[in-house]
């Protein structure tokens, strides 16, 4: 979200001000209000121990907060303010809310143990932001190095460090103990780390799909969104796992895509 607003006026009674500008400026970051609405209100359902509608208010917020800055580049509105209302609305959605979800949930259990863990998740989280910020406005980047995340990437991180509760809501007998406190603890804390690793992760960003496969991609992604609805624990658990095990395939790939551009360079020309 880049050019800004229209420059700002003096006000006889006050500060400067910011001019009229046009409502298709304002929808994005009315997005990014409700998506920080969302996290925060799924905080409040966690201490009221209404910890379903707590983990789908903290997934609503990421969902709300992930399509605020392609709204805003679909409508051409991008500007320094929504930029700045983005990033405090993924620290609160992406690091904040889901770490005292699972505190509420599970984690208090632990004791201090668990509130470092929580805390370690929501630090990771925004240096993970801050990292990402940072390598956006690297110009000297390999354009292939761009396909891959620098560790895992917050919305991500927020989805997989629920996964106790999602456990829990499948019913499999899983109760939230004490020492299962501890061992969602070092779950947290594994998360945490992922976040601000330097572990490749592939993006998908240039991902092109053929022209003879745009309706089976299409009907897969339906596919996901009907089990999300109908199966929606089974399914964020699967993911998750489906996430996790993708991981070291990632990894290998960008080994692999790093000795291929090395080779691709002439040796007088590297260093």
Same mark, same amino acid.
């Given at each position: 979200m880049g050019a800004p607003f /229209? $420059?700002? %006026? +003096?006000? *006889? !009674?006050g500060g400067p001000r910011i001019r009229e500008i046009p409502m298709r400026m304002v929808l994005p970051n009315l997005v990014t209000v409700l998506a920080i609405c969302a996290g925060l209100s799924g905080i409040r359902f966690a201490f009221e121990n209404r910890f379903e509608i707590a983990v789908v208010m903290v997934l609503l917020a990421a969902f709300l907060d992930g399509i605020d800055g392609r709204l805003a580049r679909m409508l051409k509105a991008t500007s320094k303010f929504g930029a700045q209302m983005d990033s405090l609305a993924d620290i609160v959605n992406f690091g904040v809310a889901p770490a005292l979800v699972l505190y509420a949930f599970l984690l208090d259990r632990a004791g201090s143990p668990g509130w470092i863990a929580a805390l370690l998740f929501t630090i990771a989280c925004g240096m993970r932001l801050a990292r990402f910020n940072v390598l956006a406005d690297?110009?000297?980047?390999?354009a292939w190095q761009t396909e891959y995340f620098v560790g895992v990437p917050a919305p991500a =991180? +927020? #989805?997989l460090v629920m996964l106790p509760l999602y456990l829990y809501f499948l019913r499999? =007998?899983? %109760?939230?103990t004490r020492p299962a406190a501890f061992v969602a603890t070092g779950f947290t804390v594994l998360i945490a780390f992922l976040l601000v690793s330097r572990l490749p992760v592939y993006s998908g960003k240039s991902v092109k799909v053929p022209g003879d496969r745009v309706l089976p991609v299409i009907l897969g992604v339906v596919l996901y969104i009907l089990l999300l609805m109908t199966y929606p624990w089974y399914t964020l658990t699967a993911s998750v796992a489906g996430y996790l095990f993708f991981l070291p395939f990632s990894v290998r790939a960008? !080994? /692999?895509? *790093? $000795?291929l551009e090395? %080779? /691709? #360079?002439?040796? !007088?020309?590297? =260093?």
């Open positions: /229209k $420059k700002f %006026e +003096a006000h *006889a !009674s690297d110009t000297d980047q390999p =991180g +927020a #989805v499999l =007998g899983l %109760e939230p960008y !080994s /692999k895509r *790093a $000795k090395g %080779e /691709k #360079v002439p040796p !007088s020309d590297i =260093g």
